[in-house]
């Protein structure tokens, strides 16, 4: 899988969501947040960090589940514990963590571009355990047989488009090799 542009994904997700939904994808320098329309900007942002292709994708990913008055809170209102985490604390990570990162392997599928799971605790050196890897695996094939939430959807659908790439299928979610 070769290389993938962030300048894609934002020019995309604009295409895609500005318009329906007020919400930008936009490029930060630090720890990646979503901020709603405020007395500054009149638009929603998704800010992922530091320009990574996959960051912007975990982002997106985030901002697909959270519902209609989370997407008005900061940081849609959740509960984050940064960097050093301890095993409960990362347990309770994991936990939140399922439906997100099962979407976010779909649109990297759909953009031919590598999922790496995120237990985002390098500090800890506690990494994705096997189980948050096999329910992540199993929400991201519920989606494949039942579909992805609308938004979710749509955002699969304008990046097979772009990337050309086929429908998903149950071998784009292997675990071998993750």
Not at 23 to 33: S, V
Not at 94 to 108: C, G, L, R, T
Not at 136 to 148: D, M
Request: with cysteine.
């Amino acid at each position: 899988m070769s290389e993938r542009s962030a300048d894609d994904l934002i020019r995309l997700f604009d295409q895609c969501f500005l318009q329906g939904e007020n919400t930008r994808l936009i490029r930060g320098d630090d720890e990646p947040i979503y901020l709603p329309a405020d007395d500054q900007l009149p638009y929603h942002r998704v800010v992922f960090a530091h320009g990574f292709f996959a960051s912007a994708m975990h982002e997106i990913a985030h901002w697909c589940v959270a519902g209609p008055e989370r997407r008005l809170l900061e940081d849609f209102g959740y509960w984050y514990k940064p960097d050093g985490r301890t095993a409960d604390e990362q347990a309770q990570f994991e936990q939140v963590e399922i439906k997100p990162q099962a979407m976010e392997w779909h649109f990297s599928a759909a953009s031919g571009h590598r999922f790496v799971f995120s237990a985002d605790n390098l500090s800890s050196a506690i990494g994705a355990s096997e189980q948050f890897k096999t329910a992540v695996q199993a929400q991201a094939l519920v989606y494949l047989e039942q579909g992805l939430p609308e938004r979710a959807q749509r955002w699969s659908d304008t990046l097979r488009a772009f990337y050309q790439t086929g429908e998903a299928s149950v071998a784009d979610f292997s675990l071998e090799g993750r």
